[in-house]
């Protein structure tokens, strides 16, 4: 028998309207499968690009959202490993905008005590997407400087808090002071208000007067190619959203003289599509979450509210991250 599951879905790209509820049948989970009663989902850009149509989406209607957190409530055939009641997490799988689900087993990440559920959901894919940046797209080390854009928002806390723990120094932009103050906290040496200090300046005196040795920029449209400018030769910039806009393209002369740096335009969902890899980024995100990694929640709204916390994201009207909490999170 098919359990009416919760549902927040759109049948059509575009504006914050295009969300709506819906009641949908949840089969028994399959082979190698688990059901997860969700107690806290992630609302990341990424959900953004996908519902404006910046980003493709396979099909519609569609169930957006890409991590959450909660509770194991049914274990298919085959699955070993997990067990009923035990606290997990996923990310990099879409359809997460529901009350519970099936998944993967091997995507369900068992959480330690010293790390809860609304943390793992509101900070998974981040965790992972700094794996990502800081081990493999380049490998960060003690006296390397960083370029963090949006220093206070969901990914650039923990970006801050991971450069620095592998002894980098860090400068991060802000929008505001409040903003700069949380940044700092974290662990960033330096913040620049953008709206009132050039960043390009700033990161160059921050990185000996030649620029950092890598920019990481989520923010897109023109300050793109702005981050460029910052970056040391021989350094590198790596793009990883576009929160300000969709970024002008970049060719070879952009890139090479006289600025002469490497760019890199990674994919944390090409990563959680490759078993071994998400499951080392994973592990390394949990494990940094378990030693003291911290994660601001800046909101949480009911999962019915999904169009409001994108709004909340698209204006910058929050620091850290925001989540979505299922109404109604146990099987009918």
Do not use: C
């Amino acid at each position: 028998m098919n359990d009416l599951i919760e549902h927040i879905r759109i049948s059509r790209q575009g504006s914050i309207d295009a969300f709506a509820a819906e009641r949908l049948p949840l089969a028994p989970p399959g082979e190698g499968e688990v059901r997860i009663r969700q107690l806290a989902v992630g609302v990341n850009f990424l959900d953004i690009y996908h519902r404006s149509g910046a980003y493709p989406l396979p099909a519609l209607p569609a169930t957006l959202g890409v991590e959450a957190a909660g509770v194991v409530e049914a274990l298919g055939p085959g699955v070993v490993g997990l067990a009923l009641g035990q606290r997990v997490a996923y990310a990099g799988l879409p359809g997460a905008y529901a009350a519970a689900r099936n998944v993967p087993a091997w995507r369900a990440v068992p959480l330690p005590d010293a790390v809860d559920v609304d943390t793992a959901a509101g900070a998974l894919l981040r965790g992972m997407t700094a794996h990502l940046l800081l081990h493999h797209v380049r490998r960060v080390g003690p006296g390397d400087t960083v370029l963090v854009h949006a220093a206070a928002g969901g990914l650039g806390l923990v970006l801050v808090q991971w450069a620095r723990a592998l002894g980098a120094r860090v400068i991060g932009t802000a929008g505001n002071r409040d903003k700069a103050g949380l940044a700092l906290e974290h662990g960033a040496e330096r913040v620049v208000l953008y709206r009132e200090e050039d960043f390009v300046a700033a990161a160059r005196a921050f990185g000996g007067g030649q620029g950092v040795d890598y920019a990481i920029d989520g923010i897109g449209g023109p300050t793109l190619l702005r981050s460029f400018d910052a970056v040391r030769p021989f350094g590198m910039a790596a793009s990883i959203g576009q929160a300000g806009g969709m970024p002008e393209p970049v060719d070879l002369l952009q890139i090479g003289t006289p600025r002469a740096i490497a760019f890199a335009r990674p994919s944390v969902m090409r990563l959680a599509a490759d078993p071994d890899l998400y499951r080392d980024a994973a592990q390394a995100a949990i494990g940094r979450l378990a030693n003291g990694l911290r994660v601001r929640i800046g909101a949480v709204l009911p999962l019915a509210q999904a169009g409001e916390a994108h709004r909340l994201l698209e204006a910058g009207g929050v620091a850290g991250a925001v989540l979505l909490r299922p109404t109604h999170p146990a099987l009918t």
